[in-house]
């Protein structure tokens, strides 16, 4: 097994075969998630944050443990109920009667990875406390920012909008995730292994004994980090991202297309991608590879759209299917 702090972590290639063991790790815990288990890597990659949506039980909050149990890094839980504060997030000024003071007693925002769990279940003051962290790396409280660990990934789950007890995400909030990632219910098969697991005294409520251990820390990730910076992007790519962020924008299904910097978020996402598969350049596959999980929550559909059974998933494929692919 790797050990995340060996001497020869800022190495490129030990740093592609640390995410690879990752990935592996995660699978000890999670069943037939794959394509959120590299959603999650590549949001590291790119410093961004992760919005995962599924129905409840489909081990959303299981996939983020099991991310923060193979990596050596420090993870915080937040579980959001329809009564937590801001300060309860973000933490606040306490007085201390010994010293006459105010001092600052940080939230649980102050660390590298952390897990918003039912983020849509609180109301959008609580969810809106989380804007200033994911965007500008720091919390403001009183006047004085305070700088936020590097890194710092939130990984938010939902249940899906139309859900009891839900307040939908504003738009803002949604397009500081860099990806959404719906989490499908699994397959027969993948169901069977579940339960064949638990049968067999897997239990979710204890990762240590699944077998889960760190395989990567801080140094594998700067290294990858630095890796994906020196991918190439031709100009074509460069163009065939801004068509097709351009062409939601002219979509007559939506009255919101995607921004510039949607745009900016493909690239990054495509770049983290094609080095993640061993590539140091940018393809036009790699692009399409990651539109869906970049695009979908920066579009919004028109309400005629939607009640003819048009979704976010159904326009882009249309238009990544018409926008002419480069050579």
């Known amino acids: 097994m790797m050990d995340p702090t060996t001497d020869n972590a800022g190495d490129p290639g030990d740093a592609r075969a640390a995410l690879e063991a990752l990935r592996a790790e995660i ?71 010994r010293s006459a003071e105010f001092s600052f007693q940080p939230g649980p925002v102050f660390t590298n990875l952390l897990l918003a769990d039912e983020i849509n279940r609180t109301p959008p003051k609580t969810q809106s406390s ?30 899906p909008v139309e859900y009891e007890g839900t307040y939908p995400l504003p738009e803002a909030q949604l397009d500081r995730f860099l990806l959404k990632l719906t989490i499908p219910l699994p397959s027969r098969q993948d169901e069977i292994n579940v339960l064949t697991r638990h049968a067999e005294g897997f239990n979710p409520r204890d990762l240590y004994a699944a077998g889960l251990r760190p395989v990567a820390g801080a140094a594998q990730l700067e290294a990858a980090r630095a890796a994906v910076a020196k991918t190439t992007v031709s100009p074509e790519i460069t163009a065939y991202v801004v068509d097709i962020c351009r062409a939601t924008r002219e979509s007559p299904s939506l009255t919101l297309g995607v921004s510039p910097r949607g745009a900016t978020a493909l690239l990054a996402t495509a770049r983290a991608w094609a080095w993640l598969t061993g590539r140091d350049y940018v393809t036009p ?43």
Not at 28 to 48: E, I, M, N, S
Not at 149 to 159: E, K, R
Request: glycine share 6%.
């Open 130 to 159: 989380l804007l200033e962290a994911m965007e500008e790396r720091q919390v403001t409280v009183d006047g004085t920012p305070r700088p936020l660990p590097d890194p710092f990934l939130v990984a938010a789950t939902q249940n």
């Open 285 to 327: 596959d790699d692009v399409k590879a990651l539109a869906l999980p970049t695009l979908r929550h920066r579009v919004q559909l028109r309400p005629e759209a939607e009640m003819e059974g048009v979704t976010a998933d159904s326009v882009i494929n249309a238009i990544l299917a018409h926008v002419p692919v480069p050579r």
């Open 27 to 97: 699978a000890k815990a999670v069943v037939g998630q794959d394509p959120a288990v590299t959603g999650l890597v590549v949001a590291l990659l790119c410093r961004g944050h992760v919005l995962l949506e599924g129905v409840p039980g489909v081990a959303k909050t299981l996939l983020v443990r099991a991310l923060a149990s193979a990596l050596d890094l420090d993870t915080k839980r937040v579980q959001f109920t329809p009564d937590l504060m801001p300060s309860d997030v973000t933490g606040s000024l306490v007085y201390d009667t």
